[in-house]
């Protein structure tokens, strides 16, 4: 199962990868798909081509 889309509250930056060294613990907002606003996380993108994100 895909991880949610999490980001920070009052920030733009969305992550996607459970083991990105940013995501979000505690105050974040949360969305089960894509966001159609904001940025990706550069970590997360990069995770995911690597075949690495969780």
Do not use: I, V
């Not at 199962?1 to 999490?6: G, V």
């Not at 990105?20 to 990069?46: F, Q, V």
């Amino acid at each position: 199962m895909a991880s949610p889309y999490r980001k920070h509250k009052g920030k733009d930056t969305w992550h996607f990868c459970s083991n990105c060294s940013n995501w979000p613990t505690s105050n974040y907002d949360e969305r089960p798909a894509k966001p159609t606003s904001g940025e990706l996380c550069n970590e997360c993108k990069a995770k995911q081509a690597a075949g690495n994100c969780k």
